[in-house]
């Protein structure tokens, strides 16, 4: 079975670009989730997703960042203007509900987005 | 928030040693994950270990629920065993779709041939 896909693997931008991350979830898990990971604040999460609403976007930093899930198997993280420290590396994650109980089970990760901006 | 707090924050072993990570949490949980981060940056899973005790492999760990901790354990350490090992929590709750999970700092990993 094929994994979380994100695209694309590295982002190069300027400094005020548009910047669209994409990622593709594991076939029937219904959670999805953005994570971004620097140094200085290791791995947080930024978004999820149940059923391609967003469920708790406390960690967005601000209204640069945008999320959206379209439809099961496809969400965007997008940010506009982009800034240097944004530069960090973006994780989606996706998993399936827990057995008679709320909330989800094991998170799977994909291989992350590098993004760089100059 | 639930506060996750990893030891040792760096640990260098020889090829062969063996080691045991820790993993301490303030509140009850949900979910625990324990994951490695291999030197190319993917976050690989290792254990689903709300509770209980799982083996895979030269890996095993412990979590005990009730005194908020959780144990890894590697055993005859090889090379590619190094990396950052971390390990995150979901804070339980009795309603809604689940909460954030939460990661600690990680325990960087470094095994000498």
């Known amino acids: 079975d094929a994994g979380v896909i994100q695209s694309p693997r590295h982002e190069v931008t300027e400094m005020g670009q548009e910047v669209t991350l994409r990622c593709k979830p594991i076939s029937g898990h219904d959670y999805l989730f953005w994570y971004r990971q620097t140094m200085m604040r290791g791995l947080e999460l930024l978004i999820y997703?149940?059923?391609?609403?967003?469920?708790?976007d406390s960690g967005m930093p601000e209204d640069r960042f945008s999320a959206k899930m379209p439809n099961a198997s496809f969400s965007t993280l997008k940010i506009q203007p982009s800034e240097p420290r944004d530069s960090a590396v973006y994780f989606c994650?996706?998993?399936?509900?827990?057995?008679?109980?709320?909330?989800?089970?094991?998170?799977?990760f994909g291989p992350g987005t590098r993004l760089t901006v100059l | 928030g639930i506060q996750v707090e990893q030891s040792p924050p760096d640990l260098i072993l020889q090829e062969g040693a063996n080691s045991t990570l820790r993993c301490n949490f303030s509140?009850?949980?949900?979910?625990l994950q324990w994951f490695h981060q291999n030197p190319w940056g993917q976050l690989i899973n290792l254990f689903y270990?709300?509770?209980g005790t799982k083996q895979n492999g030269r890996l095993s760990a412990t979590t005990v629920a009730t005194e908020r901790y959780s144990l890894l354990y590697i055993s005859s350490s090889q090379t590619t065993d190094s990396g950052v090992y971390f390990c995150a929590v979901e804070r339980r709750r009795i309603y809604n779709q689940g909460g954030k999970l939460i990661f600690g700092q990680g325990t960087e990993l470094s095994v000498k041939p």
């Open positions: 994650a996706s998993s399936f509900p827990r057995k008679g109980l709320a909330g989800y089970n094991e998170q799977f």
């Open positions: 997703f149940n059923n391609n609403v967003p469920i708790d």
């Open positions: 270990i709300p509770s």
């Open positions: 509140d009850s949980v949900n979910n």
